[in-house]
Nanobody, 115 residues
Framework: QVQLVESGGGLVQPGGSLRLSCAASVVIFSVYDMGWYRQVPGKQRELVARITSTSSTNYADSVKGRFTISRDNAKKMVYLHMNSLKPEDTAVYYC?????????WGQGTQVTVFS
């Protein structure tokens, strides 16, 4: 069983920055592909950014150039650095750990970008 705990969400003005963190309780963290997803009410959860076990990354087009995903295998952490935030980035952000047939989710952290 993998437990994921997100933190770092909050209120921020447009153009501001936040760093989300996800702490994983797992024996071997490095084998997991990790991702950040987000969801707004009434819409499907969408991929924001993903980092594989070999540290390859991919991003949603809407966040490319603004968000950066990173991981620290020694600390069993994954981060999402969010810059130049826009109101449309407002959502609940979820951390995901993926091991092929096994997928785990955190409880989510709210990010609100408001004027």
């Amino acid at each position: 069983q993998v437990q994921l705990v997100e933190s770092g969400g909050g209120l921020v003005q447009p153009g501001g920055s936040l760093r989300l963190s996800c702490a994983a309780s797992v024996v071997i963290f490095s084998v997991y592909d990790m991702g950040w997803y987000r969801q707004v009410p009434g819409k499907q959860r969408e991929l924001v950014a993903r980092i594989t076990s070999t540290s390859s990354t991919n991003y949603a087009d809407s966040v490319k150039g603004r968000f950066t995903i990173s991981r620290d295998n020694a600390k069993k952490m994954v981060y999402l650095h969010m810059n130049s935030l826009k109101p449309e980035d407002t959502a609940v952000y979820y951390c995901q750990a993926d091991l092929g047939t096994l997928t785990y989710w955190g409880q989510g952290t709210q990010v609100t970008v408001f004027s």
